[in-house]
Antibody, heavy 115, light 110 residues
Framework: EVQLVESGGGLVQPGGSLRLSCAASGFTFSSYWMHWVRQAPGEGPVWVARIHTDGSSTDYADSVKGRFTISRDNANNTLYLQMNSLRVDDTSLYYC?????????WGQGTMVTVS | QAGLTQPPSVSKGLRQTATLTCTGNRNNVGYQGAAWLQQHQGHPPKLLSYRNNNRPSGISERFSASRSGNTASLTITGLQPEDEADYYCLVWDSSLSAWVFGGGTKLTVL
């Protein structure tokens, strides 16, 4: 079964850090671009970051540039999001999702609360 | 800013046809078209269409997407109660080098 499972969310104070993980299974992880998308309660989804299949290229939303770092471990089929200098407005459900231009597989998300 | 515009809400009757729109500019919708995702409350988004009208396996033919200029559209025929959900367009913006979601349309099936 193709699956993405996020973990690492929690409650953190403003200015703090968290590292999210996304474990992939059921597909050739190293063949796909991967993304992080977040969604605040009652709001629409917002794209956060993406990473090339081999990790050689990354892009970020302006709102997280310089604070968040996306990375991947293809040997262990895992995607990461290192989040530093967290702000109250980073509070969201964070999803990892697969794809280049087709965000076709989504995890259930991990909740990050900054307060 | 990408400035994607989706109507906040659309209401249609059972078995009717709904057309949802997403208006952007030449750097996003006009550049590469849009993907469409459906989201039910408490669930992650679900991809319905990408690159304008490619449907992932398992997605009903009742969902079809198109593009005209800087406006992308998602047409849902034969509306069913389970189609009641939030619908988002998603585009790559070449000027921002970023993916951008539209604000979403809440579809109500009467």
């Amino acid at each position: 079964e193709v699956q993405l499972v996020e973990s690492g969310g929690g409650l953190v104070q403003p200015g703090g850090s968290l590292r999210l993980s996304c474990a992939a299974s059921g597909f050739t992880f190293s063949s796909y671009w991967m993304h992080w998308v977040r969604q605040a309660p009652g709001e629409g989804p917002v794209w956060v970051a993406r990473i090339h299949t081999d990790g050689s290229s990354t892009d970020y939303a302006d709102s997280v540039k310089g604070r968040f770092t996306i990375s991947r471990d293809n040997a262990n089929n895992t995607l990461y999001l290192q989040m530093n200098s967290l702000r109250v407005d980073d509070t969201s459900l964070y999803y990892c999702t697969r794809g280049g231009d087709a965000f076709d597989i989504w995890g259930q998300g991990t909740m990050v609360t900054v307060s | 800013q990408a400035g994607l515009t989706q109507p906040p809400s659309v209401s249609k009757g059972l078995r009717q046809t709904a057309t949802l729109t997403c208006t952007g500019n030449r750097n996003n919708v006009g550049y590469q078209g849009a993907a469409w995702l459906q989201q039910h409350q408490g669930h992650p988004p679900k991809l319905l269409s990408y690159r304008n009208n490619n449907r992932p396996s398992g997605i009903s033919e009742r969902f079809s997407a198109s593009r005209s200029g800087n406006t992308a559209s998602l047409t849902i025929t034969g509306l069913q109660p389970e189609d009641e959900a939030d619908y988002y367009c998603l585009v790559w913006d070449s000027s921002l080098s970023a993916w951008v979601f539209g604000g979403g349309t809440k579809l109500t099936v009467l």
